[in-house]
């Protein structure tokens, strides 16, 4: 297995390995889009998908820890490398124009990588543990029907959308820059297909943040009513 | 006597004994400076200027003066070789600048770019990088066979000449916030890899080419951009990315030693 660990501790390895997690998190967070997204147009359909996510053993034992995994890998290689960087250069310019040949995005992945870490920190806390303490410890009789009224009352809290809100700004501003690194860091670059590859990314990283906003937004204010 | 256009400027320039000495900016005023005059030109007068005076003057590279040499690295005001683009220092010119203002000159800064003196920084890793597999190692000349023998594509061989215009300057290592010298590497192991002749060895010179930019201290690449921008010669990220593939497919493809 040697080959492995040369190749997976090489520059490009790591990089081809967190964008391989990175491209799976991007697929990751679309389905979860997806799921929440049909609580604003039906609850029984937001009920039963929350429901089977919530309790069919594969999504459960099989998805999820590959899941965590993933988002746990992603962010520890990602301080990984920026150590690594960081260790490049020792002595710092005097002055130094960064702004004059790449984006604010591409060069402080590092800090919206490290907001959307304290949302995943705080999304855990907050639906996460209480789910499972639910679940699995406190073991109440099974209620199909409960997703639904306790999402809703979740955004009930100004300070919850806020949070919300600006975390999903974060993640646009990773993935804006992100989505198409993922595709160069793996050698997938041509003259056909980057140009599209940019825009899907560009399409991604402001539809999707901003579609979970909306919901977040839709829910407060469609109950404050 | 001041001219009409001559430039007054004052200079931040990195002083630096020598390998141990900590180094720190100097100030200095030159003055009547000529907006026609190269940056190097510029330098020229300041160091005659420090001789005048009993310094000791700044110490950088420079050799051939006309953007083939790749030496001239300095860090000018927050960019490699300066603003504009797709020049060296010696390329760049005092009309870019304005009267009265105050010009930043350090060297490139990277870990495996030590700094030897003033703005003088060591670049051998790159040599070290070449010496691992940026070479054939049959003969290519002098026993010319007919080209009719070996048919590449016109756009293949102009992509290969495009990156074997990489002059080593270390723009993209300086510019880069990471220090990484991905785009020198992909541009020499794509010079190669996009020929026939250089096909054989194509995996092994990847490897090992990657293996000592690794060693070297350089950083990782985290697709900025910045080298591509701040490159004298253009090379594109285009090199990186055949390299990733390069360099992935021979790891995952390669045998067993
Ligand atoms: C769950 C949401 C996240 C998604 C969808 C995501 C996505 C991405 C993508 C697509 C890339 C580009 C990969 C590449 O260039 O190869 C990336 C890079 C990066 N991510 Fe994330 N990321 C997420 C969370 C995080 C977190 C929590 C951190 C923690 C600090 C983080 C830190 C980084 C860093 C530092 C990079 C840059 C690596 C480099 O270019 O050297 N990301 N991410
Ligand atoms: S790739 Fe460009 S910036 Fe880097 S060493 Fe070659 S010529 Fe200089
Ligand atoms: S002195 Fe040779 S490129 Fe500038």
Redesign the interface.
Same mark, same amino acid.
């Given at each position: 297995m040697s080959w492995f660990k040369e190749t997976f501790g090489s520059s490009i390895g790591r990089k081809f390995a967190m964008a391989l997690s990175a491209l799976f998190l991007i697929i990751f967070l679309l389905q979860h889009l997806i799921i929440n997204l049909t609580s604003v147009f039906s609850e029984e359909t937001f009920n039963s998908l929350s429901h089977f996510m919530g309790t069919n053993p594969v999504v459960q034992f099989a998805l999820q820890p590959v899941l965590i995994i993933g988002v746990i890998f992603h962010f520890v290689m990602g301080f990984i490398l920026e150590i690594r960087n960081k260790n490049a250069r020792e002595v710092k310019y005097a002055k130094n124009e960064g702004g004059a040949n790449s984006s604010w995005m591409s060069r402080n992945m590092i800090w919206s990588g490290l907001f959307i870490l304290f949302f995943l920190g705080f999304h855990f806390a907050d639906f996460w543990i209480p789910e499972i303490i639910h679940k699995y410890i406190e073991v109440h009789p099974d209620d199909p029907n409960r997703y639904y009224a306790e999402t809703v009352h979740m955004f009930e809290n100004p300070i919850r959308v806020g949070i919300y809100t600006l975390s999903f700004v974060f993640l646009a501003l990773h993935l804006k820059h992100g989505f198409q690194s993922a595709f160069q860091s793996m050698g997938a670059r041509h003259s056909k297909y980057t140009p599209m590859i940019k825009k899907i990314g560009d399409a991604y990283s402001i539809v999707v943040p901003a579609l979970y906003i909306f919901i977040a937004v839709y829910h407060h204010f469609t109950q404050a009513i | 006597m001041s001219t009409a256009n001559g430039l007054n400027l004052t200079l !931040?320039v990195?002083r630096q004994k020598n390998n141990k000495d900590k180094g720190k900016?100097e100030s200095y005023q030159v003055t009547d400076i000529s907006p026609d005059s190269s940056f190097l030109e510029m330098m020229d007068i300041l160091n005659e200027q420090l001789i005048d005076e009993g310094q000791d003057p700044v110490a950088f590279d420079h050799d051939c003066r006309e953007g083939i040499c790749g030496t001239c690295s300095m860090?000018i005001?927050? $960019?490699a070789h300066g603003?504009g683009r797709g020049i060296t220092t010696c390329q760049l010119h005092m009309r870019e600048f304005k009267n009265g203002d105050t010009i930043?000159i350090?060297p490139w800064?990277? !870990?495996?770019f030590p700094?030897l003196k003033d703005l003088v920084v060591d670049r051998s890793g790159f040599d070290r990088i070449m010496a691992a597999g940026g070479f054939i190692s049959v003969n290519t000349s002098g026993n010319t066979q007919d080209a009719n023998n070996i048919p590449i594509p016109k756009l293949e061989a102009d992509k290969a000449f495009d990156a074997a215009t990489c002059i080593g300057c270390g723009a993209c290592v300086a510019?880069c916030?990471?220090?990484?010298a991905?785009l020198f590497v992909s541009a020499k192991v794509s010079q190669f890899a996009l020929l026939p002749q250089g096909r054989p060895e194509a995996a092994e010179r990847v490897q090992n080419m990657?293996?000592q930019?690794?060693e070297e201290?350089?950083?990782?690449?985290?697709?900025?951009?910045?080298c591509e921008?701040?490159c004298p010669k253009g090379i594109s990220? $285009?090199n990186?990315?055949?390299?990733?593939? $390069?360099?992935?497919s021979a790891?995952?493809k390669?045998e067993?030693a």
């Open positions: - | !931040k990195w900016l860090y005001n927050g $960019e603003p930043y350090e800064r990277a !870990k495996a700094v510019s916030k990471n220090a990484s991905m990657v293996k930019m690794d201290g350089f950083g990782n690449c985290s697709n900025t951009g910045a921008v701040e990220l $285009e990186i990315a055949r390299m990733n593939r $390069e360099y992935l790891s995952f390669a067993e």
